[in-house]
């Protein structure tokens, strides 16, 4: 968790890490943030379980707000 940890701190850090934060502050940022449980997606990332990671990707990505983030971010 460590290295995840230390690679979204670079990224906050980088050239688009004001841009990063608008994402998460934004309307769908917070609508998402809401419908995922904070302790089941550390417990997942912390596993290193690979299906398991595709899984919770997966699910993010089933949501309105998943897709509208993924398209957001997939531009900057």
Known sequence: ME???AMGAALLRGEKGDSLRSLADSSEGRALSE?????EVERTIRSGDAEAIKR???????TPEGRSLAEKLSKL
């Open 56 to 62: 919770l990707i997966g699910s993010v990505l089933s």
């Open 3 to 5: 290295n995840i940890e």
């Open 35 to 39: 419908k995922l449980d904070p302790a």
